[in-house]
């Protein structure tokens, strides 16, 4: 390996944000795992929610049924951002339209959503940060034995 300072400095940057994204990935993953089960969703409320002056969502309030309990939830649909507040309660219909599933934990039904999101994008990001860090740790040992 590569024995400057600063190299290993960098190395340990990268090995840094690669664990981390790793580890965001993992319970990106653990919560699309969990909702195994499936139910009709019931009493069904949109709103909108603004979470910036150009960022607008909707948000559905449900309830559904587990062996004669019932549950409530929410969902903010934050893939579906919407520049102000008349084009988010124009979808509303569009949305309201559909019969819902929800998504929910058979051991732990408090837990549930509308959507059930396989975190795809983290898993391509995840596999190139390794794929650099690996670059980059081959670059060390590459550089290393050219200099000896």
Not at 26 to 39: I, V, W
């Amino acid at each position: 390996m590569h024995n400057n300072k600063m190299w290993r400095w960098f190395l340990l940057m990268i090995a840094a944000a690669t664990i981390g994204y790793t580890a965001m990935t993992g319970y990106k993953y653990y919560q699309f795992s969990r909702l195994d089960a499936q139910a009709p969703a019931q009493n069904m409320k949109w709103h909108v929610a603004e979470h910036a002056s150009d960022d607008y969502t909707l948000v559905a309030d449900y309830t559904f049924n587990v062996n004669g309990v019932a549950y409530s939830g929410s969902t903010d649909f934050r893939n579906d951002v919407f520049l102000n507040e008349m084009a988010a309660d124009g979808s509303i219909a569009e949305k309201g339209k559909r019969p819902w599933r929800v998504y929910y934990d058979k051991n732990h039904p408090e837990y549930s959503a509308l959507e059930k999101d396989f975190p795809f994008k983290s898993y391509i990001y995840t596999i190139v940060l390794w794929g650099i860090l690996l670059y980059f740790i081959l670059l060390g040992f590459y550089i290393s034995k050219k200099m000896n």
